[in-house]
């Protein structure tokens, strides 16, 4: 499940955090549904609370009067940014969410969305977003089940964001990046940090995510043990901790410019 390559992610402390391919973590989502728990519903609310708290982390004291873009897909990486968007509107920060297509939302992130929907947050289509101004934009259309390069509302969104001045937090992979490969087939997101969801994925390397935060949605070791993974938590008493891949040691993340 952690091929290809020899991604190593570690903790600041030289925890080693086993990493796993599109497939690899299907397969915890499967076992989480159908047998461990948690549900997709819980999952996605922790994915998208430790989302705005990473939002506010970048956007430091002035977070509350900083305009937030949230962009997000359809699926599950798109409930999660709209999640955020929620939280991060119940506080009073100044959230415009623009879906890709809110008639093609799964049952859950059409629930995160109904829910977004009793906030002050505005939605707005991406030729409707602001040109300037925008504090933080929040990547979350496309997740490990991206498909070829990037196309219709999901491009239009990331041509959008690529052409913002504002640095971008996306969510589990930076969005038109292969999960499993770093194989970038067409435009993608260039953030100034990745939150990653459980586990890293083999494909976020680093000049690809800028830091990299590994997020904790609630799983249990017993999850990963039925997977045979060598597994140990390394949260702490954290919901959220940085990782280090093996692959910035290069230097590469200080040639790229956010
Ligand atoms: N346990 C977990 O791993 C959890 C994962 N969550 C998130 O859910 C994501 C996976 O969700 P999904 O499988 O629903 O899919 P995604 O959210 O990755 O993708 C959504 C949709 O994008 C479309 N798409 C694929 N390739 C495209 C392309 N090239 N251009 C335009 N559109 C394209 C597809 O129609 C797909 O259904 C993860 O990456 C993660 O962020 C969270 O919902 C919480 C729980
Ligand atoms: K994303």
Not at 34 to 52: I, V
Not at 148 to 161: D, N, T, V
Not at 188 to 193: G, L
Request: hydrophobic share 40%; with cysteine.
């Amino acid at each position: 499940m952690g091929t290809p390559g020899q991604e190593i992610f570690t903790t600041a402390d030289g925890l080693a955090v086993p990493a796993v391919t599109e497939e690899g973590m299907r397969e915890v989502d499967r076992i989480a549904v159908e047998d461990t728990g948690p549900a997709l519903f819980q999952m996605m609310e922790n994915a998208g609370r430790n989302l705005a708290l990473q939002a506010i982390d970048m956007m430091g004291p002035a977070w509350a009067s900083s305009k937030v873009v949230v962009l997000a897909g359809t699926g599950g990486n798109g409930g999660g940014g709209i999640c955020a968007a929620r939280h991060l509107a119940n506080r009073g920060a100044d959230v415009t969410l623009s879906v890709t297509r809110v008639e093609g939302l799964g049952e859950v992130p059409a629930y995160q969305r109904h829910v977004f929907l009793g906030t002050q947050g505005r939605e707005a289509s991406v030729g409707e977003l602001p040109a300037d101004g925008v504090g933080l934009v929040i990547d979350a259309l496309l997740g490990y089940s991206l498909k070829g390069a990037p196309r219709g509302a999901a491009l239009e969104a990331i041509r959008w964001a690529n052409a913002c001045a504002a640095p971008k937090l996306s969510l589990d992979v930076p969005s038109g990046v292969n999960s499993t490969t770093g194989d970038t087939p067409g435009e993608y997101i260039k953030p100034a940090a990745t939150l990653t969801l459980a586990l890293p994925k083999t494909g976020l390397k680093a000049h690809l995510t800028g830091d990299l935060i590994l997020a904790d949605i609630g799983i249990p070791v017993a999850c990963y043990q039925k997977m045979g993974l060598k597994y140990q938590s390394p949260f702490g008493a954290a919901y959220r901790v940085p990782l280090r891949q093996s692959d910035s040691a290069q230097g590469e993340r200080a040639a790229i410019s956010r």
